[in-house]
Every structure is written in C-alpha cells, then in structure tokens.
C-alpha cells in the first residue's frame, strides 16, 4: 500500500511517501506567493525519488492551515492528531511532544498509540515561532540558520519580555539600537522563547520520552534551553522534525483507508 501524506504549514509545505507501512521519500518547500504551485513541485519531488506515479498512490490526507488548498488529497486532517500519529510513529516512547511551527506552537500528551490525550495551545501571536525567528534574523542582518550558533556565543543574554511578535521585534530593533551586542540579543531571543514554551507545556502533564517538532525543532539552542528549564533529555527524533505532520497524515489515511 502506498500513502501519501501532506503538511502545508504557514511558512512551508512538507510531503512525505510511504509504502506499507515504511517512508520511502520526502521533501520540503518554502510557502510563498504560489503555494498550490509549491505543492506540486515538492509532490513531483517525492515521486521522482521514489520511482512511483500519483496514480500508485493508494491514499493520501493533509494537513495544516492550508490543507484545503491540496488537491492531491482525499481526506482532510486535524494537525495535532497527525503530530501524535508522526511522533509515536518515529519514536513509540513518546508522551509528550513539543511543536513550534512557522505561526503558532503547541505542546500534547500522546498515548502509546499515538493518540492525542491533552494539549495546550499557544494560537494567539506568532512570538516565539519560526516567522518571529526570520523576523528577527532579518533585523540583526544574519541568516536564519545562523542564529542559534550566534546565540552560543553570548556573555550577558538580553531580556526579551513582550510577548507579542511585533511588539518583541521592535523591542530587538531598540537593543539594537541600544548597542547591545548580537549574540546577546539572539540569546536574549531564544530565552524568551523557551520559557513561553515551557509555560505552554506546563498547561499539560510532562512525562519522558520528549519530542520537539515542526521547523524550530532544528534550532539546537531551543532544544537545550528546553532541556535545561524542564529538567529533562529532548529525544532527537531520527529523520526530520519538520516532517512529523505529514508522517501522522499519511499514517491516519493509511488506517482510514484499511477501515473502510
């Protein structure tokens, strides 16, 4: 059986193929003016490097805020059923999961058949994203995956208190002007964001393994922020954080399909 799973995110979209049961190919595409177009070009991806045609696939479902706009999927999908479904696919010792995504993050209790048993949401402003982390790479003139090793290097973190995305970025823009220097306020970043994550995992019960997902997930410096303030080890999961949507999509069409 062939499913297909898709995760189109605020700020990219994520298509992954697997055949019985085992993920076969996967891409990745940065959401832009074209989305619809960015999702068939990262679905033409997925099939090349598998050596497979739409018309082998068996089942396909989305997921994310733009699902409805996939046209190579029959099923739609909630995204924190696909999150558990992905996580506990790729690490069965997994009750707690951690997702910071391009606009919003959330933290869920997932059983050990990767069910969704609580969560917490943070829905209410983009702080603490990926679009605040590229708002605020833009505004200290380094690239987004230069952050992180520039946060290392910090001596004397700066404080970043708004909780608002625009409000935050503005009060980047006034440390810059300030003088402070750029490690300290790339720190002072990652810092705020790791306790507003905190704060939203504390909304649930934390137990081990713990799992961060979505693109942040990729941000060393989060990651060891979250382990120093929860007290405990983040599990890296073995392929690509980004990917565990659209993994829990192509899982619950697969059972889905099974089922009917």
Not at 118 to 143: H, M, P, Q
Not at 186 to 199: E, F, M, P
Request: hydrophobic share 45%; proline share 2%; charged share 25%.
């Amino acid at each position: 059986m062939i499913a297909a799973g898709f995760d189109f995110g605020a700020l990219a979209a994520k298509a992954v193929l697997m055949k019985d049961g085992e993920l076969v190919s996967y891409g990745i595409g940065d959401v832009r003016a074209n989305p619809e177009r960015v999702v068939e070009s990262v679905m033409e991806k997925v099939l090349s490097e598998a050596g497979l045609s739409a018309d082998q696939i068996n089942c396909a479902a989305c997921t994310g805020w733009g699902r409805r706009r996939v046209s190579y999927t029959d099923k739609e999908v909630g995204e924190l059923p696909c999150l558990a479904k992905g996580a506990q696919w790729l690490l069965p010792s997994v009750r707690t999961v951690i997702d910071v995504g391009g606009q919003n993050s959330r933290a869920l209790s997932v059983n050990d058949k990767g069910k969704v048993i609580d969560y917490n949401l943070n829905d209410k402003c983009a702080a603490g994203t990926g679009r605040f982390f590229e708002l605020v790479a833009k505004a200290l003139e380094v690239d987004l995956g230069e952050l992180a090793a520039l946060a290392y290097q910090a001596k004397s973190p700066a404080e970043i208190t708004s909780q608002c995305c625009v409000f935050a970025e503005s009060e980047v823009v006034a440390l810059l002007n300030e003088g402070l220097d750029l490690a300290d306020i790339a720190a002072g970043v990652h810092d705020s964001t790791v306790k507003r994550l905190v704060a939203i995992a504390g909304g649930i019960s934390i137990e081990e393994d713990v799992v961060m997902t979505g693109g942040c997930a990729k941000n060393e410096r989060l990651i060891d922020g979250l382990e120093r303030l929860l007290k405990t080890q983040v599990v890296r999961l073995s392929h690509d954080p980004q990917l565990v949507g659209a993994v829990g999509a192509a899982l619950i069409a697969e059972e889905r399909l099974r089922q009917s």
